[in-house]
T-cell receptor, first 113, second 113 residues
Framework: DAGVTQSPTHLIKTRGQQVTLRCSPK?????VSWYQQALGQGPQFIFQ???????QRGNFPDRFSGHQFPNYSSELNVNALLLGDSALYLC????????????FGPGTRLTVL | AQSVAQPEDQVNVAEGNPLTVKCTYS??????LFWYVQYPNRGLQFLLK??????LVKGSYGFEAEFNKSQTSFHLKKPSALVSDSALYFC???????????FGTGTRLQVFP
């Protein structure tokens, strides 16, 4: 049973560019959340997707957007990259029950030069 | 506002000794509490959670945590530490009606042989 998978593992971009990160949830999970983990800090919630719609959002600008597909996989898009967007981006998934645990993927390390 | 405090940046313990990693939280209503562990260049691995019921929660790899409502604490414990337990530990809290996990800043556990 595959866990949460993310691609790519690493990514290097320059300021002003756009990036797309991908996530496949754990089998049987239909809800996906994205987090940003800056160096030396705890993860911060970006947004959550359920039934192909953004349901909750953290304190991130509109440059951060996402999408969820019918197979429950998800993308995170970041436009107009800033140096401060350099971080580990984590995807988490859970099944429908709100008491259920969010399981995290290995993350995508984004470096903005 | 919700928040999590992990007062110790690092905890050092000798192999075979008991360990405690501290966590206090602030959230309105009944909290859902979690512990995750992060190994270098890896995502977060779920250890245990408290939703309701018995205040002592047992999790993976021999870890346990005690929910103390009056002290708003959820300290992580293990009776006998292993060198392989050395990693970064995150405490997280969320409200019952949201997926947004609020993380502490993390505590680095170093277990010496």
């Amino acid at each position: 049973d595959a866990g949460v998978t993310q691609s790519p593992t690493h990514l290097i971009k320059t300021r002003g560019q756009q990036v797309t990160l991908r996530c496949s949830p754990k089998s049987g999970h239909d809800t996906v959340s994205w987090y940003q983990q800056a160096l030396g800090q705890g993860p911060q919630f970006i947004f959550q997707y359920y039934e192909e719609e953004e349901r909750q959002r953290g304190n991130f600008p509109d440059r951060f957007s996402g999408h969820q597909f019918p197979n429950y996989s998800s993308e995170l898009n970041v436009n107009a990259l800033l140096l401060g967007d350099s971080a580990l981006y984590l995807c988490a998934s859970r099944s429908a029950g709100l008491t259920d645990t969010q399981y995290f993927g290995p993350g995508t390390r984004l470096t903005v030069l | 506002a919700q928040s999590v405090a992990q007062p110790e940046d690092q905890v050092n313990v000798a192999e075979g000794n008991p360990l405690t990693v501290k966590c206090t939280y602030s959230v309105s209503g009944n909290p859902y509490l979690f512990w995750y562990v992060q190994y270098p260049n890896r995502g977060l691995q779920f250890l245990l959670k408290y939703i309701t019921g018995d205040n002592l929660v047992k999790g993976s790899y021999g870890f346990e945590a005690e929910f103390n409502k009056s002290q708003t604490s959820f300290h992580l414990k293990k009776p006998s530490a292993l060198v392989s337990d050395s990693a970064l530990y995150f405490c997280a809290v969320r409200r019952y009606n949201t997926d947004k996990l609020i993380f502490g800043t993390g505590t680095r556990l170093q277990v010496f042989p």
